[in-house]
């Protein structure tokens, strides 16, 4: 993992990666951060990686929180699952986004 790591006045404030495959495995803003453009530059730079590595789908796991924020980008539902973390059941969405 080589992750892109956003600062703001030497504090981190998010973070993302991008796989070869296209697959965006960690993608954090801190919620005291949310709102200012961090995430959006995150995404723009992981895009950015990916256009250099000739990645035409982008895919993820979301939250229903950050779904709203991956659509702005023009990611779409693949599909809905539910995941078991630690015996509990939680929604997310696998989500895709093709160049």
């Known amino acids: 993992m080589n992750p892109f790591v956003a600062e703001l006045n030497g504090k981190i ?3 993302a990666d991008l796989q070869q ?8 803003c ?3 951060y949310q709102g200012i453009g961090v995430g959006r530059l995150l995404m723009e730079r992981l895009f ?5 590595e000739g990645i035409k789908r982008y895919y993820s796991q979301v939250s229903k929180t950050v779904r ?3 659509e702005h980008f023009g990611f779409c539902v693949v599909k809905k699952q539910k995941v078991d973390i630690n015996g509990q ?3 997310n ?3 895709e986004k093709i160049n």
């Open 48 to 52: 950015a990686k990916g256009r250099s």
């Open 89 to 91: 059941l939680l929604t």
């Open 13 to 15: 404030v998010g973070f």
């Open 68 to 70: 709203p924020f991956y």
């Open 30 to 32: 801190h919620a005291g």
């Open 93 to 95: 969405f696998v989500m």
């Open 21 to 28: 495959d296209g697959y965006i495995d960690h993608f954090f």
